[in-house]
């Protein structure tokens, strides 16, 4: 499976904004999927992440409440909902996919290009 990022963009604090990443392939269902995103100067880390069928998911402390991560098998799509966007959410955002235990972010072999989100003040 590859991966195709897209969604992105320039948001006030508080305002919201929507990632999608879309999967070639006819195995996407068998995958978990993750969001990970790396500020300058940090190291990279798993925001959000879905098991493979949709029915569990994770969300780190930091975006809790705030984020929102689904998937469409029909179409083969991820999506992130990110609301009440804060500065601190500024970072390169990525979709990536695994085979293994989705929660484990040393799993993720497969990897989309990253789609900038910056949050102004």
């Known amino acids: 499976v590859q991966l195709q990022a897209s969604g992105g963009g320039l948001v006030q604090t508080g305002g919201s904004l929507r990632l999608s990443c879309e999967a070639s392939?006819?195995?996407?269902?068998?995958?978990?999927l993750g969001w990970f995103r790396q500020a300058p100067g940090k190291e990279h880390e798993l925001v959000v992440a879905?098991?493979?069928?949709?029915?569990?998911?994770y969300y780190a402390d930091s975006v809790k409440g705030r984020f929102t991560i689904s998937r469409d098998n029909a179409k083969n799509t991820v999506y992130l909902q990110m609301n009440s966007l804060k500065p601190e959410d500024t970072a390169v955002y990525y979709c990536?996919?695994?085979?293994?235990?989705?929660?484990?972010?040393?799993?993720?072999?497969?990897w989309g290009q990253g789609t900038q989100v910056t949050v102004s003040s």
């Open positions: 990536a996919a695994t085979l293994l235990y989705y929660r484990n972010p040393d799993r993720y072999d497969i």
């Open positions: 392939g006819r195995t996407f269902s068998r995958y978990g």
């Open positions: 879905i098991n493979w069928s949709g029915d569990s998911t």
